[in-house]
């Protein structure tokens, strides 16, 4: 299913070049679905179908991107809080306790005020994405690492206690070795789980702030910022909001499947709830 | 007890403190509140010197950062712009109860936010009474039947609810409720707003605007909900003491209502404990779509205009309410489950 | 126990649980009384004879007093509670309402030099809790326009008032620092109640917080404020007190509406009388269901302002040819026909609203690709490298093209951006909201600084007056006066002198023959470049009856409006 939807969104590619993503003829706006246009056209006739899967390839690198982030913030603060405890581990628990205080929405739209518009746009792989793109992944890292960090915290204070960690330690192996080479490789199944379903909450948070239009600004089209203002057309233009909402629906939905598969294959132990 | 409570507190505070310092430094530079005042147009140059000072956005942060904190009537601000503070400040700031004038209403902004927190509250209450009860009873049944066909359909479709994006259940449901069964004839739900004016705000109207956001907002939760509450079920239903219960011949309804899922909603209580705070931001996605005049809107719209003081005091009472919901749920979880102490 | 049975406790539960929830109806949440219950009395039109009209508005105001807000719907609402000096009808012709008559040259109200105003008010007027509205409200407004105390969103027009008195309490004599135009556009568009806020200022040294500003329910016009739910509705009543002809409506219920779709549902339905800012998209839906449609021209058009400034902008839009150009390879008229559905034009002229200015009509650009290669070419912007994209002496032309979050503009510029792709210019989008996007000088907001070689956003004259103020050399910010309006970067000594004559020419002749020559030089210049007229659109019910709009505000004559039975 993951692999159908990679396919469609990156093999689509192939298909169709991207200016015909970004191609408008205003005298077809908002067709129906037909044989030319399957999924229909938008408010100034650019092909659904067409923006579908360049909106898809976004939103997957956004989720792939901003897990990246979150991982790297989550397991230095969980690593570093959990290694060396004592006044490092409250400080940074604290400041994941103050993040998690406050509900991600409310977070994500300040951060997004907080940096929009204000990052120029980037060419990569031959190909143009507006700054908003980086800000969405940077915010989107930046508001989830919290519960990854506890994780790996969790696990690091109970392995570092282990006799192997002690012996390393004992053997005089730098900290830094210790932290990378001993207890981080111990501690990844959760970490990969986590992860996992971290980036179907990625594809999320960018389809709502999007929908909320704060988020990738167009041209560059997202599944999210697709549905921006479809509640104007929620009766005249239904293909609008349909297909989108419909793909990111499916991508959580295999991507929550898939973690939940690791979940049991990686870690007999923990309970799927 | 009494000593934890307190110690517990205690730790709260200096977190909110934290809190408010890492939000109001992000809100700082989030846009500028003076720059929309000119309705639609840009706001004079004259005018938005004098308003920057007016309102005190020409301090350094630390300096307003402090104001919105304890207030600046001890000292003297200058609001004429010569250049000499002549004016004593009236706020008291936030530890003393006042959280400042809504920039763009000039209202205070407790009254601002309290016009709004009812309709979330009626709206959120309604939604959390849903999924508690729906996910308890789908919850219960599927873990006594489990691995039937109803059980794996309930799974399946719970884990579809759980991948939900809330716009896209919401624009779907307004669709099919709303617009389809209209063109069909059947009755159809109202899709925005809190009330029919024509019918004015009456109970029955808000009940009936209410429909749509709440079965929104509940499949999401739902979802997770009821398949927490089948495998704490499942688990607990496994226990020794159950099966004894059981084995003295106790009438099987009274095992599972009684003993089993007594026990069983022990973890749940931590969970609608957590959840609960959250009720008062109310759903931002949810509200913009059904057009609800709630906090979660008023947000928004704040938002957009930067108006810090609005922003700054919804943020901070939801942050407040997690942390004070966090202790009265660990006192709760304590009382009905006597083999927690804390001794501390 | 069988499945039978558990479904049967399943269902009785939801039952049991059904009536809790209905029992609890009416006050699931015990401190929001305000919620339940208020509202006794349904609002029936024609509920025992009484009249009231819903309307609906886009946007919530955010305050009603006047000073304390800018806000388009805040302003248009005044004329409802409190009334102008004089207001502006149908052909926005202004007449007299707290005054007697309009000053004039002729009538002696306006002194020759232009800086004497005298304006004599009618001895009939009051307040609706019988207080006789008296120069001394005239005084008083102006005064707490121009305190320090009071935080106003503007000191304009007061500001350029040396003083204002009251010789006896029908007199009011304004006088001018220097000949000022646009007063008769300008002033008094609302005064404050001296009886009221008075006592607050002199107890409190502003009237920042005093009760009237927050919800000012004393006016002296036909309606006044009875209710305001934030985010919800504003509901006015029928002035019994009122000075003027008794008001025809019982009552004027505002709804709060901010999607688009619900507004086009509710004026389907009948649910509202009158709908306001209706999308261009909506119209057809809208008249199929027999509402009229009323276009206003407000005097705002929706502009693109190119950055001519060789330090700020791109060094290509220095030249009038490559401006020329980027007009000449827009299809202006297709935007107009397929986005905004027919219904405008796109304007040849900042005062395409007023033609008594624009005058010689200006005629726009024609889409000619053609011809704007042909002056590309002839300007030296030659694609050398095969790019697609020319360039000269090494620079490409690639324009930063910036608006605000809205989804016309950002449609609009989609279209744009290819149109321009087609003769060689290539242009990077960018769109941010509104408060960002208009953000100062010193908080590095995007327009301030220059940040984007075309901008986009919707303008036009102080209508109804024809005074435009920041093109100015002197309004260009920099680090020494970030406060510069002039974000256009633009400084034309030519256009500088001309603006600065207009603003102090009273004798209205002279005044429209400098200002078709500004006109004349915008366009030959090509300094903006119109998209589409930005009137304002309203759908009334025709149930509604006496409805007259004026470009300037909606309800001038609302003491006039009924409802047919």
């Known amino acids: 299913m993951l692999v159908l939807l990679f396919i469609y969104a990156f093999g689509g590619a192939l298909i169709f070049p991207e200016s015909y993503a970004n191609y408008t003829d205003t005298s077809l706006r908002l067709s129906p679905p037909s044989a030319r246009h399957p999924f229909g056209t938008d408010t100034i006739g650019r092909d659904v179908l067409a923006r579908t899967i360049y909106g898809g390839q976004i939103s997957l690198i956004i989720g792939l991107l901003a897990v990246s982030i979150e991982s790297l913030v989550g397991i230095l603060v969980g690593a570093l809080a959990g290694y060396y405890g004592g006044f490092l581990d409250s400080l940074l628990m604290r400041i994941t306790e103050a993040m998690l205080n406050i509900p991600e929405i409310f977070l994500l739209i300040v951060m997004a005020k907080f940096f929009g518009g204000r990052i120029p746009e980037i060419h990569l792989l031959g190909r143009v994405f507006s700054g908003s793109v980086i800000v969405i992944v940077v915010i989107i890292g930046l508001t989830s690492w919290m519960y990854l960090a506890r994780i790996v915290r969790a696990e690091f204070l109970s392995l570092k206690e282990n006799e192997f960690v002690l012996a390393a330690r004992a053997t005089g192996t730098s900290n830094f070795e210790i932290i990378f080479r001993h207890i981080l490789p111990n501690s990844i199944a959760p970490i990969i789980v986590s992860a996992t379903l971290g980036v179907a909450n990625a594809i999320l948070a960018e389809a709502y702030i999007s929908f909320l239009g704060l988020g990738v600004q167009p041209p560059t089209a997202t599944w999210g910022n697709m549905l921006d203002g479809a509640n104007n057309y929620l009766e005249s233009a239904p293909w609008l909001w349909f297909f989108p909402g419909l793909l990111i629906l499916l991508t959580v939905l295999s991507i929550n499947f898939l973690g939940d598969g690791l979940r049991d294959a990686l870690d007999p132990h923990s309970r799927a709830v | ?344 | ?565």
Not at chain 2, 284 to 304: C, K, N, Q, Y
Request: aromatic share 12%; net charge negative.
């Open chain 2, 1 to 344: 007890m009494g000593r934890y409570i307190i110690k517990r507190l205690l730790q709260g505070i200096p977190l909110l403190f934290f809190i408010s310092i890492i939000l109001f430094v992000l809100m700082m530079n989030m846009g500028d509140p003076v720059a929309t005042m000119g309705g639609r147009r840009v706001t004079r140059a004259s005018d938005y010197e004098r308003l920057r000072r007016q309102l005190g956005l020409d301090k350094p942060i630390y300096t307003q950062y402090l104001y919105w904190l304890i207030g600046n009537d001890w000292t003297k601000t200058d609001v004429d712009g010569d250049g000499v503070a002549e004016t004593p400040g009236t706020r008291r700031g936030v530890l003393r109860g006042d959280f400042g004038v809504s920039l763009v209403s000039r209202k205070p902004v407790l009254q601002v936010i309290g016009e709004r927190l009812p309709n979330t509250l009626i709206l959120m209450l309604a939604s959390e009474f849903v999924i508690i009860v729906g996910s308890l009873l789908v919850g219960v049944y599927s873990a006594l039947r489990q691995y039937s066909a109803l059980d794996h359909i309930i799974t399946a479709l719970s884990f579809i609810g759980y991948s939900m994006p809330i716009f896209f259940i919401a624009l779907l449901s307004m669709y099919i409720f709303g617009v389809l069964f209209k063109r069909w004839g059947l009755p159809y739900l109202p899709t925005v707003g809190m009330f029919d004016p024509q019918a004015g705000k009456t109970t029955a109207q808000v009940l009936w605007h209410m429909v749509l956001p709440v079965l929104s907002i509940s499949i999401i939760s739902f979802a997770a909900y009821s398949r927490y509450i089948r495998s704490t079920m499942l688990e607990v239903l496994g226990q020794d003491y159950i099966r004894t219960a059981r084995a003295k011949g106790l009438p099987r309804r009274e095992v599972v209502y009684v003993h089993a899922l007594k026990n069983a909603s022990l973890p749940i209580v931590t969970v609608v404990g957590l959840d609960l705070p959250l009720l008062l931001g109310g759903a931002v996605v949810t509200e913009r779509i059904f057009a609800w005049p709630g906090m979660g809107r008023l947000f928004l719209d704040h938002v957009s205009r930067s108006d810090l003081p609005v922003v700054m005091g919804i943020l901070m009472m939801i942050a407040t309410a997690v942390v004070v919901f966090q202790i009265l749920t660990d006192i709760v979880y304590a009382w009905l489950d006597p083999r927690i102490r804390y001794e501390k």
């Open chain 3, 1 to 565: 126990m069988n499945a039978k049975r558990f479904v049967l406790t399943f269902v009785t539960a939801m039952v049991i649980f059904g009536f809790i929830l209905t029992a609890c109806g009416p006050k699931p949440v015990p401190e929001g009384p305000t919620v339940e219950e208020t509202q006794a009395a349904p609002v029936q039109p024609g509920d025992g004879g009484r009249k009231v009209a819903t309307l609906i508005y886009t946007q919530e105001f955010d305050n009603l007093a006047p000073l304390y807000t800018d806000m388009w719907f805040a302003w248009t609402t005044w004329q409802m509670f409190l009334h102008w000096a004089w207001e502006f009808d149908e052909k926005n012709e202004p007449f007299p309402r707290l005054v007697t008559e309009i000053p004039s040259q002729e009538n002696g109200g306006l002194s020759a030099d232009g800086r004497t105003l005298t304006m004599k008010l009618r001895d009939d007027i009051k307040w609706s809790d019988g207080t006789p509205v008296t120069a001394d409200d005239f005084v008083f407004t102006w005064e707490m326009a121009v305190s320090p105390n009071n935080t106003v969103t503007s000191t304009y027009p007061y500001d350029k008032i040396e003083s204002v008195t009251a010789p006896d309490p029908q007199t009011v004599v304004v006088t001018f620092a220097e000949p000022f135009a646009p007063w008769l556009a300008t002033l008094w568009h609302g005064i404050l109640p001296a009886h009221i806020l008075r006592p607050v200022y002199e107890a409190e040294g502003t009237i920042d917080n005093a009760e009237w500003i927050k919800t000012p329910k004393v006016g002296c016009g036909p309606y006044l404020l009875d209710t305001w739910e934030s985010g919800s509705y504003a509901r006015f009543v029928r002035n019994e007190n009122y000075w003027g002809s008794r008001p025809i409506l019982d009552e004027i219920f505002i709804r709060f509406v901010p999607d688009d779709a619900s507004q086009v549902a509710a004026l389907q339905a009948g649910d509202a009388d009158l709908g306001t800012f209706i999308a261009y998209s909506d119209i057809p839906t809208l008249q199929q269901a027999g509402l009229n449609i009323v276009t206003e021209p407000s005097g705002y058009n929706e502009w693109m302002f190119f950055l001519v400034n060789d330090q700020v902008g791109h060094p290509a839009l220095t030249d009038v040819n490559v401006r020329k150009a980027i007009a000449l390879s827009i299809d202006r008229e297709a935007i107009n026909r397929d986005l905004l559905l027919g219904l405008t034009k796109p304007p040849a002229s900042f005062w395409d609203a007023m033609p008594f200015y624009n005058d010689p009509p200006l005629q726009n650009y024609p889409y000619d690709p053609e011809e704007a290669k042909r002056l590309l070419d002839a300007a030296g912007w030659v694609d050398s490298d095969g790019d697609g994209v020319r360039d000269k002496d090494g620079i490409p032309l690639e324009l930063d093209y910036g608006t605000t979050i809205r989804e016309i503009r950002q449609d609009v510029q989609a279209v744009v951006q290819q149109q321009l792709a087609q003769v060689g210019i290539k242009v990077n989008l960018y769109s941010v909201e509104a408060d960002v996007y208009f953000a100062s000088y010193g908080e590095e907001g995007p327009a301030a600084t220059g940040q984007y070689d075309i901008q986009q956003w919707s303008d036009g004259p102080l209508f109804p007056d024809a005074d435009l103020y920041y093109w100015l050399c002197s309004e260009i910010p920099s680090d020494e006066y970030p406060a510069g309006s002039n974000w256009f970067y633009l400084c034309d000594e030519e256009l500088d002198s001309l603006i600065q004559l207009q603003a102090t020419q009273v004798n209205i002749k002279e005044r429209q023959q400098t200002i078709s020559k500004i006109n004349q030089l915008f366009y030959d210049k090509v300094y903006i470049l119109g998209l589409w007229q930005d009137p304002d659109i309203y759908a009334v019910n025709p149930r509604l009856k006496n409805v007259k709009f004026s470009g300037v505000t909606m309800f001038f004559n609302i003491g006039e409006w009924d409802l047919a039975q």
